[in-house]
């Protein structure tokens, strides 16, 4: 079931909504503290605990993927309780129960419903905080994506939590004076008796305040007060990551560990038919033949060894009735879809149909390729499977309690039989998260087949390549007609899903009739999250027609864009702002043109400009962007532009290379040289600019992608004249014809 469609469900059965802070029993307090507080440390709070050394450590429900979170959090934890950053650490929560996100389901709960946290009584907060705590629980949820972690654990956890337990020690160095609360301050990690002077660092205190319990609703600082928050504070990863300290999931050693490597089926849907063991029996180091119905592992004491096996074992499969899929026929049934008339409608305003009956109807139809997720650590998992029936697992996910979950259910054990132990991740972008554990699945199965010894399940880079949960193909259709001056009367946006309707699509221009619609066309191929999801194609749809639409107006595409925001400041600002940055009025040199794009996702507007240089021969040089972006407030500005750097060179290795294409039901790209991305001779100058507004907090990890490639596709047009409607630019001859002499 969706999560976020029972997370609604479940809140709505509950009566309330929950805003605040989880009141911890001191029974679960207890519980936390012999689950993960060490030699002199006390949790005060879910995600807070202090040594008595006063070195606070700040417990992150979230996957390590590299994007500053474990930072960002603890900034904010800290900030509300007065920390000395110096004593502040982070380190990732255990894979459970207790230590479930209710924060999380608070927000995508509050979202889904489009219920800003400031309109709810506090009276909501006590009563209905068990209720969002036991639903994060029933879900296992722990997840790492939806660019959530800043705006939704941090503003819904860590802030309360910081503050909560600020008033627990304030409480307990009032009770050690016999004196009033409200004479104490706290600063720099101590609480300070105004009057006296009189001082005890929270090292000191914190064994009498964990005998207060963390209030619902403490009272939060104003922006204004912040010290931390808005800070760029230098990671608190980046050293371990250069010293190779950090261990990935690929790094997982144990004694007498066996390495397993797999073939899986290339056709979706395909079966396993044969694999002839005699054909290793013979290689040294092969352990075990592990026969699954859609694939085969080769289990040996070396990598190396196994993998040389897995070719001379060269299984057969068949196609699971699906050879003749390729990416034309995919195609075919993409525009086939679009021209039945089977249109659902998703959401009409004012009158579309008879705006299109009246007036001549401007045309266009775009799509973009299946892409693969890529991430740097290819998929894995060490597995311990013992005969006493208790499962041990070490992986990276998106998700350290689902996995636990999904586990116990793929070893048909209950949940306490399991242990998981969640490893930071080299990459991910949605390729770990909840749905997408094919890799578990069968790591737990070859571990089943080899008990009591611990297995590496490493998919190859091949294997990770052609079986993953693909970013989906996607076709749309817009319609629209214009006034005398070239502004659009209706916008009409069909297009094809193999899920929901999707809310990207729906625009922030300022046009009387609209109407959208979705073709469900649901393929063999798998597909899942990719990151930025659907803003991801929807940004590049709609950004690419807005862009036309202006160039038929004969008008200038930022002016035309600014003339379609009545009513939304934020986004004519950040426009404004990326313009002026990138001087979009200056002229350039023959050949090199500019293009606008913006997309708001996940709370944040993003606008690019893409400086584009177009050769002769059709080569595309990207030469610069100048990137505006308004989060409402960057809780680390550093990290902030580290995220939007990462995002436009992940956006531009998917806009200029990135296509996964089908024949005979498989993928055909196996590795880098076939699926590319952005080298360093081939990234751009990439100048990132903050627009602060008053704007809850939005989020960093994928809002930058969504406006790369019309960025980039409308700059190519302005070069040369040519609209790319179809990705990526590669498949495109951008070549000058020569003059006739």
């Not at 609480?191 to 305040?209: D, I, N």
């Amino acid at each position: 079931m969706n999560r976020r469609k029972f997370l609604v469900g479940g809140a709505t059965a509950a009566g309330a909504l929950i805003v605040g802070y989880a009141v911890w029993p001191s029974a679960r307090l207890s519980k936390a503290d012999a689950m993960a507080a060490g030699p002199g440390e006390r949790f005060l709070a879910t995600w807070i605990k202090i040594a008595s050394d006063g070195t606070i450590t700040v417990v992150v429900p979230h996957c390590d993927m590299g994007t500053g979170i474990y930072t960002a959090l603890a900034q904010m934890a800290a900030d509300e309780l007065d920390a000395d950053w110096t004593k502040v650490r982070a380190e990732t929560a255990p894979c459970d129960p207790l230590f479930a996100n209710s924060a999380l389901a608070e927000g995508f709960g509050l979202e889904e419903l489009h219920v800003s946290p400031d309109g709810i009584p506090r009276l909501f907060a006590g009563p209905t905080i068990g209720t969002m705590r036991i639903i994060a629980e029933h879900m296992d949820l722990q997840t790492t994506g939806g660019s959530s972690a800043v705006r939704f654990t941090g503003v819904y956890g860590m802030r309360v939590a910081g503050a909560a337990v600020r008033e627990m020690l304030l409480e307990a160095a009032a009770a050690r004076m016999n004196a009033a609360v409200r004479d104490f301050r706290t600063e720099n990690s101590r609480v300070v008796h105004t009057a006296s002077g009189t001082s005890f660092g929270y090292g000191e205190l914190a064994r009498e305040a964990a005998n207060y319990s963390p209030s619902a609703h403490p009272k939060l600082k104003e922006k204004s007060t912040y010290k931390l928050v808005g800070e760029p504070v230098p990671r608190l990863d980046i050293p371990a990551k250069v010293n190779g300290a950090t261990k990935y999931g690929i790094d997982t050693q144990m004694p007498d560990m066996l390495y397993g490597t797999i073939r899986i089926s290339p056709a979706f849907g395909g079966k396993l038919v044969s694999a002839d063991e005699s054909r290793v029996a013979e290689h040294r180091g092969v352990k075990k033949v592990v026969k699954l119905d859609d694939a085969v592992v080769v289990v040996a004491d070396r990598l190396w060894r196994a993998r040389k096996a897995m070719e001379a074992l060269d299984p057969a499969f068949d196609t699971g009735g699906q050879g003749d899929v390729s990416s034309e026929t995919i195609r075919e049934m993409h525009l086939g879809g679009l021209r039945s008339g089977e249109i659902k409608r998703d959401r009409k305003t004012g009158d579309p149909t008879e705006a299109l009956n009246n007036g001549s109807v401007i045309e266009r139809i775009y799509n973009v390729p299946y892409l693969a997720h890529a991430a740097m650590e290819p998929v894995n998992a060490t597995v311990l499977f013992k005969k006493v029936g208790t499962l041990e697992v070490w992986a990276g996910t998106q998700d350290g309690l689902g996995s636990r979950a999904f586990c116990a259910k793929a070893a048909g054990l209950p949940m306490e039989k399991v242990t998981f132990h969640l490893t930071p991740s080299g990459g991910g972008y949605g390729r770990r998260l909840p749905g997408l554990w094919n890799f578990l699945t069968y790591a737990v199965e070859t571990a089943k087949a080899v008990p009591g010894v611990p297995v590496k399940l490493l998919f190859n880079r091949e294997q990770d390549m052609q079986h993953d949960f693909y970013r989906p193909n996607v076709t749309s259709r817009f319609r629209a007609t214009v006034d005398k001056d070239g502004w659009p009367l209706a916008w009409v946006n069909d297009y094809t899903t193999d899920d929901d309707p999707n809310p990207e699509a729906h625009i922030v221009y300022r046009v009387p009739n609209q109407a959208y619609g979705t073709v469900k066309l649901p393929a063999h191929v798998p597909t899942g999250p990719w990151r930025s999801v659907e803003a991801s194609w929807h940004g590049f749809f709609v950004e690419s027609f807005i862009d036309e639409l202006a160039h038929e107006a004969k008008r200038d595409a930022l002016e035309y864009r600014v003339g379609l925001l009545e009513g939304q400041p934020r986004h004519a600002a950040t426009l404004k702002l990326a313009a002026e940055k990138a001087g979009w009025a200056s002229p350039l040199p023959a050949g090199c043109g500019r293009g606008i794009a913006m997309v708001e996702s996940f709370g944040t507007i993003v606008v690019h400009v893409a400086e584009v240089e177009v050769k002769d021969a059709g080569a595309v040089n990207v030469r610069r962007f100048t990137t505006a972006a308004d989060c409402g407030m960057a809780v680390n500005p550093d990290g902030f532009k580290a995220q939007m750097e990462g995002g436009i060179i992940f956006g531009l290795s998917a806009a200029l290379h990135g296509e996964i294409t089908i024949e005979r039901g498989a993928v055909v790209q196996q590795n880098f040289p076939d699926f590319d991305v952005v080298r360093l001779a081939e990234c751009p100058e990439i100048h990132v600019h903050i627009h602060e507004s008053d704007a809850p907090l939005g989020g960093a990890g994928e809002p930058g992608i969504p406006p790369v490639a019309p960025a980039v596709t409308n700059a190519i047009f302005a070069a040369t004249g040519q609209r790319i409607r179809e990705l990526p630019v590669k498949k495109h001859d951008l070549k000058k014809v020569p003059l006739a002499s």
